[in-house]
């Protein structure tokens, strides 16, 4: 299966690092233009310049995804900037683990309402060539969470959007789709770090994954891509677990 994304744009909000990073380098690698945004302008701009060596454009810029105005200025600029969206991903997340009103709003406002605005703002444009938008969410959203109330309820907020935005954009022929990723470990990520500041979760983590291994950037990314193409043209209002059998 050849997926051929020649003339195509892609925004990902939250490209910087990890899934985003992933999913924004292999749209290039198809041939597609992109356009990032996250918070640390030299990550952002390393990413960038990696997206560029596929020889397609590659916009970057620094954007605080918690903010409304913020989120719609920087996709109002991207597709300035491309000339258009065909492929919107919402990819940020605030990580919000605190059971206090910080970590409620933070995650509220970054993994709930970022998507809101972000696709809101893009919702013209991406009827004009019945694109697609995806969004990301969490195992989480389908297992208690101890240890993160805010996140796991967002996420499982966020698989529920979907299937009201599917549902909502299907007569403009564009369509919502969901990942759930597992565990995902990546070079500064956050189970990169817990292999060092808290081992014994970082292993019981491990330990409940029937495939033995945390998952990549990348394999989150394939399932991305396939759900951006035209082979995916009669999927709306899913979402889909790339986890390695975690939480079964």
Request: with cysteine.
């Amino acid at each position: 299966m050849k997926i051929d994304f020649t003339g195509k744009k892609a925004i990902i909000c939250g490209g910087s690092r990890g899934i985003g990073r992933a999913i924004a380098l292999g749209f290039a690698a198809c041939g597609g233009e992109v356009s990032i945004c996250a918070r640390d302008p030299k990550a952002l701009e390393e990413t960038r310049a990696e997206i560029a060596k596929h020889g397609h454009k590659a916009h970057a810029a620094s954007a605080d995804l918690s903010k409304g105005d913020v989120v719609r200025g920087y996709v109002r600029d991207a597709v300035a900037a491309l000339g258009g969206v065909d492929f919107l991903v919402n990819n940020a997340s605030a990580f919000g683990s605190s059971d206090d009103d910080h970590g409620w709003t933070s995650n509220l406002a970054v993994d709930m309402l970022s998507i809101v605005h972000a696709t809101q703002e893009a919702l013209p444009s991406l009827k004009k060539g019945q694109g697609s938008v995806l969004n990301i969410s969490s195992i989480a959203a389908h297992h208690p969470a101890g240890r993160q109330p805010p996140y796991g309820a967002i996420k499982a907020a966020v698989i529920h959007y979907t299937v009201t935005q599917a549902a909502m954009y299907a007569a403009d022929r564009v369509r919502v789709n969901c990942i759930a990723p597992g565990s995902i470990d990546f070079p500064g990520g956050v189970w990169d770090r817990r292999k060092t500041d808290n081992p014994k979760l970082y292993n019981g983590t491990l330990a409940s994954i029937p495939f033995g291994r945390f998952g990549t950037p990348e394999e989150v990314a394939n399932v991305a891509l396939f759900l951006a193409s035209p082979h995916a043209s009669w999927v709306t209002g899913q979402t889909i677990a790339v986890a390695g059998g975690q939480g079964l």
